[in-house]
């Protein structure tokens, strides 16, 4: 039986193959998919039935991919620029000429600045350990050349450490135990739009009795199908936390046995906690006070409870400290006792692999750049090498990032399967395969499973994986360090080979015949029920007066009488991926912002009306659409659009700040002031 055929083992009609794979994209469900082949032609792709968290479902923008792959607009093979950068304009070329010019580039930029005037842009577009961010592809190749360093902090990293100086580790629940939850709490999370699989287990919860809350500055897709939905002002998340364990000490519902073995710093946080009363987490949040005193009750007489809590709540100045806090809930609560209790964020702290980025190849210590400082950090940049990633389309401050990369002694190198609005500015264009072209292992950020993609096609094109393109640039280049060559069966090997117990009994030859593999931890799951993986083996609560630390758009208009812009995951496209697929921009149509009646009043706007969202960094151009889907003194507009394909050729990301988060300098999307202009009629 291989992955080829299946779990099962059927192999489908005579010269019909089906190949189990996985989804590569930024997305914690990353599902298994079952491809159908005919006469080397992949043909049909579904959601595998057999795995137990995708269940056979796959999303709306998913759906798609196989169609993706054989776009019209796919590039397929190297490309060099013909006009002038930001064009667009190419022509094709061989993969030896293209290697030759960057060999020589390269070497050139080396000798002269150092390796450090190197950037390798690395982004989410793949979470695979081989081709993709997560394994850091490429590293070693650009460890031997003695380029900088690059953190990949654009997406979660606020989050991760606020929850890893509470726990130990970002790692929390697994997901499916929401089933056994009776209090859940959706935390800044659009459930259905990013991540509909864990709605199965919140349905199973709610079959069994369980009470669904929705805090979101929007009245989502996800809060319309909750019970409560509480429309909590941007920012103010540690606020509402706060104010919350207030109404659980007023109960006396904390578990004092569990506070006592458990964690450290509880008598410092207690004081804290009583700092917050109902009626002032009411004032900062923006929720009634009655709604705050209810969930707060509720959360105190409700065992398990557990939070969904995703990336959108810590992209702004206090987002680690927002994680932090209320990662401190079940501490206070005790529900980490409980299957089903808890905090689920991410379960990439579970994933112990063997990730190991060959520092010991670097000659000396090198510079480390920020992906959210990329306007910033560019100046001194010789070579800006892209892959996996779109900045111009998905980076804060992207008008300063465009007049950056126009600079003509900057030699930019892009990695890419379509021609996004990141390409138009490079010298070379280097084509990559797609994810039924190669193979990769995952894991998945929401759920617990390893999976393993085979390739089902050959690559379109002269379209080559990431690590094959490293492998023959290192060739190409003279190279002699062996562990630029090894093979991705090779890299899968050294990746299973860490020795910790979540990988007993998983093999590479496992994983590659049955596709998917749940990692060896209990079922149920409950992580701390017995402590932390932190020094003491306690939970560490915060600091008094380190629990709440607001977001810029809080602290400068704490009435909420000016206008926060919130840029949500689309429905239809997943960060810029899909931006160019011409039925998922049909779907999506013009952009819109949404703006609270009020706040439409106060401005003599309708909806309908094309107007400028704008503020010092630039704008963007959306038409109104009145709804009290946000609250006053809110504006959303989802992400995801390629720049070229909007009105006026900028996307929210134009009005987004390059500013830091709290912790580990995390990008600041929701945390951003502007104002709307009507856009003169031309």
């Not at 009411?282 to 929720?287: K, P, Y």
């Not at 000396?364 to 992906?371: A, E, I, N, Q």
């Not at 932190?534 to 977001?551: D, E, M, N």
Request: hydrophobic share 40%; aromatic share 6%.
């Amino acid at each position: 039986m291989s992955a080829k055929s299946g779990k099962s083992g059927a192999s489908g009609k005579s010269g019909e193959l089906r190949v189990l794979g996985a989804c590569p994209l930024d997305c914690p469900d990353t599902c298994s998919w079952v491809v159908t082949v005919e006469d080397g032609q992949a043909v049909r792709m579904r959601g595998n039935p057999d795995q137990p968290y995708t269940r056979g479902a796959l999303c709306v923008k998913v759906n798609r991919y196989l169609e993706h792959t054989r776009a019209d607009d796919r590039i397929l093979y190297p490309l060099r620029r013909t006009g002038p950068k930001g064009s667009g304009r190419f022509e094709r070329i061989t993969w030896d000429e293209a290697l030759d010019e960057i060999a020589t580039r390269l070497r050139a930029i080396v000798d002269e600045h150092g390796g450090e005037a190197i950037w390798p842009y690395l982004g989410t577009g793949s979470l695979g350990y081989l081709q993709g961010c997560e394994g850091v592809a490429g590293r070693r190749f650009w460890n031997v050349l003695g380029a900088g360093k690059h953190s990949l902090n654009i997406c979660s990293v606020a989050g991760s450490l606020g929850l890893a100086r509470t726990q130990g580790t970002a790692g929390g629940m697994d997901p499916e135990n929401f089933a056994q939850a009776r209090l859940i709490i959706l935390w800044g999370t659009n459930t259905l739009t990013s991540g509909h699989h864990l709605w199965k287990f919140i349905q199973d919860g709610r079959a069994a009795g369980a009470y669904v809350v929705a805090i979101d500055p929007i009245r989502t897709r996800t809060a319309d199908q909750a019970d409560e939905h509480l429309a909590i002002r941007p920012g103010t998340d540690a606020a509402l936390a706060l104010g919350l364990l207030n109404v659980v000490l007023a109960e006396n519902a904390q578990d004092e046995e569990y506070l006592a073995q458990h964690t450290e710093g509880w008598a410092e946080f207690r004081a804290e906690i009583e700092e917050w009363p109902v009626e002032r987490a009411a004032e900062v949040t923006g929720i009634p006070a009655e709604a705050v005193h209810s969930l707060g009750m509720r959360l105190a007489r409700t065992r398990p409870t557990a939070i969904r809590a995703t990336m959108g709540i810590q992209r702004h100045e206090g987002g680690g400290t927002a994680m932090r806090t209320i990662a401190a809930i079940p501490g206070v609560t005790g529900d980490w006792r409980h299957p089903g209790g808890g905090v689920a964020y991410s379960t990439t702290g579970h994933v112990r692999l063997n990730i190991d980025r060959r520092f010991d190849l670097l000659a000396g210590p090198v510079r480390t750049r920020f992906m959210t400082r990329l306007a910033a950090d560019l100046d001194d940049v010789k070579c800006l090498w892209v892959y996996l990633a779109n900045p111009v389309g998905s980076t804060s401050d992207s008008n300063r990032i465009r007049r950056k990369l126009l600079r003509e002694d900057l030699f930019t190198v892009v990695m890419e399967q379509f021609p996004t609005d990141t390409v138009d500015y490079a010298d070379v264009v280097l084509p990559a395969t797609m994810q039924t072209e190669h193979m990769d292992l995952h894991a998945g950020y929401g759920h617990m499973y390893l999976m393993w993609n085979e390739p089902a096609v050959a690559p379109a094109g002269e379209a080559l994986s990431t690590t094959e393109t490293f492998r023959r640039l290192a060739a190409h280049m003279g190279m002699t360090e062996p562990s630029l060559y090894d093979s991705d069966l090779e890299l899968a090997a050294e990746l299973l080979s860490s020795g910790h117990p979540s990988l007993d009994g998983i093999t590479l030859d496992r994983l590659r015949k049955e596709g998917w593999v749940r990692m060896s931890y209990p079922t149920p799951f409950a992580p701390f029920a017995e402590g932390f993986p932190t020094p003491s083996g306690r939970l560490r609560f915060p600091r008094r007066g380190k629990a709440y630390v607001p977001s810029l758009s809080a602290r400068a208009d704490p009435a909420g009488d000016k206008l926060t812009l919130i840029t949500p995951a689309s429905h239809t496209f997943l960060n810029t991926t899909f931006g160019n697929n011409p039925e998922l921009l049909r779907r999506a149509k013009d952009p819109v912002v949404l703006v609270n009646p009020a706040d439409a009043h106060a401005r003599g706007l309708s909806t309908g009306q094309r107007v400028r969202v704008v503020n010092h960094n630039g704008y963007f151009l959306a038409d109104v659409e009145v709804s009290d889907r946000v609250a006053k003194g809110v504006v959303a507009s989802p992400k995801g659009r390629w720049p070229k394909h909007t009105i006026g050729g900028s996307n929210p990301n134009a009005v987004v700040d390059e500013r830091d988060a709290d912790m580990g300098r995390g990008a600041v999307y929701h945390d951003n002031l502007v104002e709307l202009e009507l856009e003169p009629l031309v």
